[in-house]
T-cell receptor, first 108, second 113 residues
Framework: AQRVTQPEKLLSVFKGAPVELKCNYS??????LFWYVQYSRQRLQLLLR??SRESIKGFTADLNKGETSFHLKKPFAQEEDSAMYYC??????????FGDGTTLTVKP | DTEVTQTPKHLVMGMTNKKSLKCEQH?????MYWYKQKAKKPPELMFV???????INESVPSRFSPECPNSSLLNLHLHALQPEDSALYLC?????FGAGELFFGEGSRLTVL
């Protein structure tokens, strides 16, 4: 069975500091990895997916198959980045599994 | 229209009531999903419909009954629920089953008394 682990429930950084949200996964097949974000009072929405390899709102994430990780990074955090972040894995069978989430707070 | 719309936003029901949650999307997506989310927990998959057919049922109790009348609509019929079923119920859609990102609705917050 697939599993997604986000080890940090809460993460707090100062504005302008680098931020890294960790995500590790276990899955025997070839997964598709996503980061979803939920801002206050907004719906859950896609931030980025590993196959697109693009940067969204300054965030990047690289799939490391050797370490089975998909960490989310941003070099300079902004206050508007404060939100709940979920790492998610989708299997070949179409099931999506979410990590427990990390609440990021960016302090002024 | 790039949104998934869910109604009602809030629902309070007794354990003997019958109610339904509705979900609609007009993005031409062929896969639709129901997730359950408890406070401070991630979404948990309940059902997946692909091309209007039930593809995945994650061993959900029969007091939850999904229905997909057409490719744009998804319902979740509720009957004889328990207080522990109180949660945020999220609908999502994707272009195809097993492909593309999930587009989520805002959710229906259900309270069972």
């Amino acid at each position: 069975a697939q599993r997604v682990t986000q080890p940090e429930k809460l993460l707090s950084v100062f504005k302008g500091a680098p931020v890294e949200l960790k995500c590790n996964y276990s899955y025997s097949g070839s997964p598709e990895l996503f980061w979803y974000v939920q801002y206050s009072r907004q719906r859950l929405q896609l931030l980025l997916r590993h196959i697109s390899r693009e940067s969204i709102k300054g965030f990047t994430a690289d799939l490391n198959k050797g370490e089975t990780s998909f960490h989310l990074k941003k070099p300079f955090a902004q206050e508007e980045d404060s939100a709940m972040y979920y790492c998610a894995l989708r299997t070949n069978a179409g099931k999506s599994t979410f990590g427990d989430g990390t609440t990021l707070t960016v302090k002024p | 229209d790039t949104e998934v719309t869910q109604t009602p936003k809030h629902l309070v029901m007794g354990m003997t009531n019958k109610k339904s949650l509705k979900c609609e999307q007009h993005m031409g997506h062929r896969a639709m999903y129901w997730y359950k989310q408890k406070a401070k927990k991630p979404p948990e998959l309940m059902f997946v419909y692909s091309y209007e057919k039930l593809s995945i049922n994650e061993s959900v109790p029969s007091r939850f009954s999904p229905e997909c009348p057409n490719s744009s609509l998804l319902n979740l019929h509720l009957h004889a629920l328990q207080p522990e079923d109180s949660a945020l119920y999220l609908c999502a859609s994707s272009q195809d089953f097993g492909a593309g990102e999930l587009f989520f609705g805002e959710g229906s917050r259900l309270t069972v008394l």
